[in-house]
């Protein structure tokens, strides 16, 4: 019998179905596997990544990496990973890299089992709350503040927005106002606790 880790919150049958219904529903790439790097679940995002070969890839069953030196590590890192959240940054061939976040979740006998959520570096997009109800933003502000999370420069928001520099540095101004800072690193310091 599986041995979990923390206390099951989910002891009625419906509860844990809905659990994992809305797991496999989270854009964010989340994989359970055993230390033999067998794939027991994965969610849609997961499958995405898998199947685009970025960094891992499943063959017959289990994770494997596109490179010996990368598998290997992938392997020390999942052996090694305890009831904490472990995390592992692997590079890829492609540029970027590949973030792991591990933890163990359970052991059956000598097996045990990985919650592993993985992210590409390469196609990171902040999410944040509403932006615009927090701080009373325009749509545009809001469109702006969201590039400038991004790290786009004012020159690079009026290019892909098609406006004047004039125009973005005064959407800029007026963001800053609102948020009540007077910098790029200020403004981060504001906005960082809205991510989800």
Not at 70 to 81: A, E, H, P, S
Request: hydrophobic share 45%; with cysteine; glycine share 8%.
């Amino acid at each position: 019998m599986l041995t979990p880790l923390a206390t099951d919150y989910f002891s009625e049958p419906a509860a844990q179905v809905l659990a994992l219904k809305w797991i496999s529903r989270e854009a964010r790439a989340r994989i359970l596997i055993d230390d033999h790097m067998r794939l027991l679940w994965a969610n849609s995002g997961a499958q995405t990544l898998l199947e685009d070969g970025f960094v891992l890839a499943l063959h017959a069953g289990r994770l494997k990496a596109d490179s010996a030196a990368t598998y290997d590590k992938l392997v020390d890192f999942i052996q090694n990973c305890g009831s904490t959240v472990s995390i592992l940054l692997l590079p890829s061939k492609k540029g970027g890299h590949l973030i792991l976040r591990s933890q163990l979740l359970g052991r059956e006998g000598e097996r045990h089992f990985f919650g592993v959520q993985l992210s590409r570096t390469s196609q990171y997009q902040p999410e944040y709350v509403d932006l615009s109800a927090a701080f009373g933003l325009t749509q545009a502000e809001h469109r702006m503040i969201m590039q400038l999370m991004r790290g786009q420069t004012a020159d690079e928001i009026a290019a892909l927005e098609g406006i004047a520099i004039g125009t973005v540095r005064t959407h800029i101004r007026h963001i800053y106002e609102k948020l009540n800072v007077t910098s790029r690193e200020a403004l981060f310091r504001v906005v960082g606790p809205y991510q989800l």
